[in-house]
């Protein structure tokens, strides 16, 4: 029985270890990732705007029911009813990657403040700028969100 104790410890500490060491791992290779992609974009600066002016054309392309749709599709995934159990998922795997203990104090926190202050975002943003670049797509979105 005292040898099945000592072996099961022995395996938690060895899960503990490499839970800590993967953590370090990740961390820096994300470090390393967001330097790469920085170097990227710095020396790449002819083919991001070429990128930039296509996903324009893509964008001002939609017609403006689309356009709409994608707004409430983004803003229901993201601050809509059911973003709670989606925010609560992606804190925890985020808090796992990076080797942080899960505090369900922040995580509730994080969910009952960040989705409002990006709900107002959204919205500024619909009412500062896509009025001036796409009424139409705020009329049809107005029409569709009620």
């Known amino acids: 029985m005292e040898e099945e104790i000592k072996h099961k410890a022995n ?3 060895e899960d503990y270890h490499n839970q800590g ?3 370090i791992k990740n961390i820096f290779a994300d470090i390393i990732a ?3 992609f920085a170097l990227v974009i710095i020396n790449s600066k002819r083919d991001v705007i070429i990128l930039k002016s296509f ?3 893509i964008i001002y392309g939609l017609s403006d029911s689309a356009k709409a749709f994608i707004i409430i599709l983004f803003t229901d995934i993201f601050v809509g009813f059911h973003s709670p159990h989606g925010w ?3 804190l925890e795997a985020l808090s796992r990657h990076l080797g942080i203990p899960e ?3 922040f995580i509730f926190l994080f969910i009952a ?3 409002v202050i990006l709900d107002s975002v959204i919205k ?3 009412f500062r700028y896509l009025n001036r670049i796409s009424p139409s797509a705020v009329a049809t979105y107005r029409t569709m969100n009620e």
Do not use: C, H, Q, V
């Open 21 to 23: 060491s993967n953590a």
């Open 11 to 13: 395996e938690l500490a």
């Open 124 to 126: 500024y943003w619909i």
């Open 55 to 57: 996903m324009d054309d």
């Open 88 to 90: 609560e998922i992606i």
């Open 103 to 105: 505090s369900r104090e």
């Open 34 to 36: 967001l330097l790469a």
């Open 113 to 115: 403040t960040f989705p």
